[in-house]
Structure formats: structure tokens, C-alpha cells
């Protein structure tokens, strides 16, 4: 829906509308959340629907072309992200039956609002040459700072603040803190900010919900009363019976959590990228390695060989620490953190390199089907899917490239219509087939082994995602030639 | 007991010796076990305790200074490594009175065996400075294969040749098969060796034992009839029941399995330190953003800041890994894994900046405590204790430096006697305490808690493995200057 010319309604006109929305509304908490992502749209429903108190919820976003279809959409009575979890209709349907979910670009909502949820991102500019080199990288704040600024500039002083952005460690102290110091001194407010910072684990897919609503939560505030204040509002949100919080010294503790664990997880997809090699080389087949391993309580998640990383964490995460350690704290760089985002950044073209080591003759004009474009299994989001290399590098090559993707009908970044039908591609048109993503109706789906089965003359089949099952491995040894990344013993 | 002068007896003897236990023994298979020392030891009473069938065991290693005082150790009745498992002495003495464990350094015992469990180790020859930058370092097999090639020369055709030593991937495939090929040629036998590799994950301590009897095993042969020996080898010892064995395809896999594991582990302890550096400067207490990132179960597994990396295994596997990446496979070295060792090499000189930073003044004449030697808790075994570099800069720096180790009353690597005795040690003569191995003697002694609450005047105190509780810490603040490696807010 992006690019759509959309009519945003005008400033006095909208400011009743919002003041209409809370006064009927009265006694109940008005929840502002910036940014309608993602994160957001879904956290701003969870907060429609809480669990211990009655809120009234509006979602901002920027009325810009990119930006505000989403809050046309929430308005027209659509949520902003598609989703195979039940619950988000479900929340979403109770949300508008409760009326007390809108959505706005108007900043007024912030003069409004007891408490702000900032949901809204904040990327790493990354400086790659074209073989996906990190040469280097920029945090560009500017934007973030603004979107601070407007909420300072409106906020009730007692209001409480609470983001749950990735952002660089220190940011709460050393940047948004400030920032309202600075408004609220302008405006003559005594007193500090209520600021706090917890951040999400949303995980998009089935569990979409459960992940903020039945997930830990770590939180802390800038002093013990804006602490207080974060404690209170996600106890009336998130099933913390269940899922205690964990409430730290500083926010800077917070953020530096966030970035920790998914640096953590990074690298530890990072390493397993020269064990894949070396077993290829080897000829050993590293999963049953791997799965041996795991049998070991302590080595439970360390990963198998697949094709990249993608998504919007674990890409950019790592650089967020490294360049807050550096331009916040005046320390060094994390050169572990920084190399497994080099290292996955570049991990595609393993399996390209497989593909042309293993067929040899000159991809250029060879016919390739890549199923799957989504980043993430049973999910379409492509956000920094590392598809997108393969593709890139293939299409250098000279190859003519079918994608299909049930979850994706159409690839945002590269602005290319997807086929969803898996059997409609299923044709004879091909010299090779690519499993880019181990999506369940490859896994699962009669037709594909069927197809493999039946078609006429040999196949190039390379699996980078492990996604094939042994019965079609078996059959496909027989009359194809297959690789699957990761596994010497083809 | 090294260097001791002792009687090697003489050949003839020692093999009639050998040939009597055997006919002692009738319809006993029997087990030799190449290697007495961390692993083969124990490995030796366990067989000779099978679970599910009554072995001969030989126990067998070089008649060097080095090592002779093992056999003549387990012939006296004396196990070669001491420990607090209880069930060490408990096997050991069952074995004594069933008289089917005796040690030997004839390579005669290879001509009875119906069994060989190698055992032994195969080191890394590091090339490091005086700052532990690893510059280089090489895999010197020459040892090993002389080994190997001595069972070759004298074992039965028959005989299964069971690899427990931790070696670079390839090492059964492309070393051992080769060198027994040849030495079978030889002797004019015909047919292949029965060559199988399954590794040891045994843990010095109070679980010693158990870590061999009750965990999981990975196993491989080089061919279907030496996995099936290997397989009905280890039923007979391992309690298959609960931990049930894992069979991969090929040796060259459970010899990849046994590095990528303990790389990992090493990988996951490196990565911490660039976290603690950062923590520390910027103010954040690492323990509780790790204990809150560890609710997570697939991040369970993330390690605490601490002095350093210690033992046999972490410190070498990944170079072992790499080593064979580029010697036996012609492939590329494994970088991650071999930062992993070169971060770990230097952790502890984190430790000595922050003595240097927070101190001040010159360390010269500074009289130290270090409690700790050892690089584990509760368990005195000091293989490449992370204390020594630490050690080393202290003195380097002109500092007197008193030891203690309730488990390690002679530190072979140094030639240094160390006092076992913590209270003899806890006197008013020092500047500086350093917290150096967490045994629960230091976590749970209320002696070291009423000595820092009465030493007279201002101490400094730091603690770099975390062992000190939040009692003691908060008695310490009040009274003297401290640092917790990892912990930013003091």
C-alpha cells in the first residue's frame, strides 16, 4: 500500500478527533505508542487488550508516504501486518468493538497521553562494496532525536515515557534524557521526565502476540520513580505471573541487554559458517554433528548451516554496541560483535559459491527456481532476507530466476511481484532448484516431491536451509544432483 | 611424585608378569589403556567396573619420568590423580579386589588385548610473546604417531584400536588407518584394523566418574564392523539406558564433533570479554544484565565475565580444528575459532589493568593474596590456570605475591609449593586481596568474611571469577576499595 496518495485530514480537525477519542474515554489511561511498525502496531493492540486495566490506545506514525497508510489502515479497520497468528484479529476485532484503538500523525496525541511507548526504529547505515564488505557504518540519531523532541515538547510532565527501541547503550541517559530536560525546561516544567526503557522480543509468526503478551521482560528507569512507573504499566500488560520481570540498575543496563543477546545470538550463527565449510570439505555431514552436540544441556543452541541472517535485529544489533562503546562511553570497539555481522552479512554467497563450484558450466541464461524469499520460516518477512544476495549475485551471473514465497506476495525491497501458488511453478522450465527458505509447505508439501520425482532429465537441487526431508533427499539422490549447504557426505 | 627414582623392571619379567594377570583371567576380554593420566586413569577403573561384562584391564604409559610414577602408582594401590569424586577410590578399590587392573609400560600388553583405548594427549606447541599474543603455533604428531604405530606392531588382527584423545579432524582416516595399514603389511596381515573414534567429555571433580559412566557418547569407525565393535565396547560401560549413544557416519565426524563443541565453548567464553570491558565502562553491572538475558532458554548458555580460560581442552581444540583444516583437508583455517583461544589467552591481563588502573601507585613491593590456583572451582587442577599469567605480571611488576589453594598444595607448572590452608594465609601483611578461583571454600568461609571485616586499615580487594557474595561485598564497600572484574557500578 505504500506510495498510495492519501488525504491526511487537517490539524484542528484532527486534534478534536483525538480529544473526542479520549473524552469518551473518561477515567481510562490514555496509551500513546510512536511508531506503528512491527513492534508497534502489534504492542498497541496487546495494550487495547490488557490484561489488568481498561486503556484507551493511539498509535502515530509520520504522515509520510511510507509511513501513513498504516494509519489509514488502522482507522479503516485493518491492522498494518499480516500475520498467520489468530490472535492478532482477534485483538485487533476486540479492540474496535471497545473503540478505544485509533491512530493519528498528529503530535497532539502526545499532550494527551499518561504514558508513551516508543516503538519506532532506529537503523545502522551500513557502508558495504557490492561482494557485501562491511567497509564501515554510521548510527545517523538525527531522526530519533526529533521524534524525542516532539514528544518532549507535548508531554504531560507527569507522563511516563517508556521506549522499548533497540538503541545504542547509553541512549536513555545521554540522549533522549537530555532532550527532555532541555523542552521541558523551555516550557517551564519543573522536575524530571518519567523515562524508562524496556525492550521487546516480538517474534513475527504464529506467536506473534504470546511474544509480548507471555514472554520475559526486562525494564528499568532512569530513577527508582520512573522505575516504579515502567513496573506498573507492564504489569497490566504482559503475564507476568508466568513470565516475572527483571528489573535493573540503569537503562543503560537495559539497552546493553537488548544488543547482548542479540550479538550473542549473531555470532553464534556466525561460527557455525567456518564448521560448514571445513565439514564440506571434509565430507562430513555437519548436522548430524551438530545435532550430537545438542544432546549436551550446555550446547542446546548452537545453530545448523542455513543460508544467511536476515530480519532487523541480529543484521544491525551488534553495531549499535559496538558504535555506542566507541561515541557514547569513549571505549573501543566489540570486534566480536562487529565480525559476526561481517561474517553473516557475506554468508549467501557460501551457497553461491557452492552452486557454481558444483554445476560447473556457466550459470549465465541457466533457469533457476528459488523457493522462498521470506527471511524466516512460516513468515513473510523479507526484511534484510538474505535471499536477496543469492538473487543479486545469480542475476549477475546471468541466470533467469523464478521466486515463489506462499508468504510473500510481494518483495517490498526489490519491488517484485512474488508467486504465492507453489504448484503453479512447478514447471519443467528449470536447470536448477534452490531452497532458500525452510518454509513448512516445502517441507510438507506431497507436490514438490511429486514434481521432483516426475521431472524429465536431471536437476540441480542445492538445499542452504536444510529443508528437504531425508525420504525426498533419498529420492532425489537417485536422479538428481543435490547439495545441501553444510553436508560433505553429496 | 615426578622425577622420583624409580626401578623400571626389566623386560622378560614385566611381559611374564603381563601374560600371568591375562591367565588369570580367563574368558575376560582384555582392555589395554594407552594414556594413565586426566582420562585414561579413570577411564581404566571404570572399564575394569564395567556395568554389563568383566574386562582384564592393563593400564599402560611411557616409562619416562614424566609418567612411569603412574604405573607404578596403580601397582602399588594408589590412584594417579586425586580428586573428591568419591567413587574414584570406590572403583579403584574394586577393582584392586577383583585383581583385574594393573599397569604396565611394556608394549607387550598390545599382543594381549583384545581392546586398546588410546587415551593420550596430543598437544599444541603455541608460539606466544610475553603479552600471550599467539603468533603461531603447530600440531607436532610425532609423539602420537609413535604411539599408534607401537600398538600397530604388536596388537591382534582382530583387536579393536578405540581413539578417545581429542585429535584433528581426519586424524583415524588419514594418520591411524594408514600407519596400522602399513605396520599390518609388515607383519603380513591381511585385512584392515578395527579403527573406531569416540570421545570423552570426562569433567575432573566431584562428578568424575559419572562423566564418563553416565553421559553422552558420540561414536564413529572407519567402517561398519569397527563401529559395531565400538557400539558393543561402550554398552558395556556406559549407562546406554539413560544416555543413549550417538553414531555419525565417519571418524572424521565425531573427531569434528569433539573440536566444534569445545569451540564453541571457548567462543562463547571469549565473547564475553568485550562486554565486560564495556560494561565496566559504562557503568553497568554485567552479572545482572547476563542473569536477565540467561531467562531465555536458547540463551541459557551465556557466559559471565571472569580472570580467564583454563584446562586441557578449550585452550587448544580450536587450534586443533584449524590446524586440520589446513593440514589433512587443504582448506581454509577457521578464524573464528582460532580468536576464540587468542582472547581467551589474554583475558587475565584484563584483570591486571584493573588492579594497575584502580590502584594507582606503583605495584612495586605490593604484597598480593591470590586465592586460587587452580582454573576450576572445588577441584585442584591447575593445566594452564588462567592464574599464571596473572601471576606472572604481578611479579613482574615487583609485587610479593602469597598463594593459597585448598586443593593445590604443589603447583607443578611453577615448581611452587602453595599453602592449602586458607586460614594460615589470612593475616594483616597484605596491600592487595585477588579473588582468583571460586571454590566454595572462599563463597562459604565465614573465616574470610570476619578477616576483611577486621583487617586493619584499608584493603583492596578485587574479585575476578565472581566468587565473593553480596554479603561480603556490601561488608567490603564500607571498608575497603574494591573492583569486580565485569561489574561497572563500583
Redesign the interface.
Known sequence: MTGEKVVIPDGREEQERLEAFVASHPKKPVVVVQGLGFVGSVMAVVIANALHRDYAVIGIDLPSPASYWKIDAINQGQMPVSSDDPKIDHFFKQAKLKENFIATHDAHAYALADVVVVDINLDVQKDSDEQRNLRGYEVDLSGFKKAMRSIAAACKPSALVLVESTVP??TCEKIIRPIFQDEFEKRGIAGSVKLGHSYE?VMPGPGYIDSIQSF?R?YAGINEDSADAVEDFLKTIIRVDEYPL?R???T??TE??KV??N???A??I??VQ??T???E??????F??????R??P?????MRPGLGVGGYCLTKDPLL?SW??RQ?????P????E?AVK?NDRMPLHTFRVIRQKIKSPLKGKRFLLLGVSYLNDVGDTRYTPVELLYDQLLAEGCEITLQDPYVAFWEEKQLQIETNLESVLTTNYEALVLTTAHREYRENPALREWLREFPGRLWVFDAVSGLTREIIHDIKTKHQMAVIGRG?F
Chains 1, 2 share one sequence.
Open positions: 547503550p547509553g522480543r520475559y526486562v527483571t535493573l540498575q540503569s543503560t543496563a546493553m541487554s547482548l543477546e550479538s550473542y545470538r555470532m553464534n556466525a561460527f567456518e564448521w565449510e571445513f565439514a570439505n571434509a565430507g562430513v555431514n555437519l548430524e554433528v551438530v545435532d550430537a552436540i544432546m549436551r550446555t550446547h542446546k543452541n548452537l554496541a555506542a562503546s557514547l562511553f569513549d571505549g573501543d566489540l570486534p566480536q560483535s565480525a561474517i557426505d
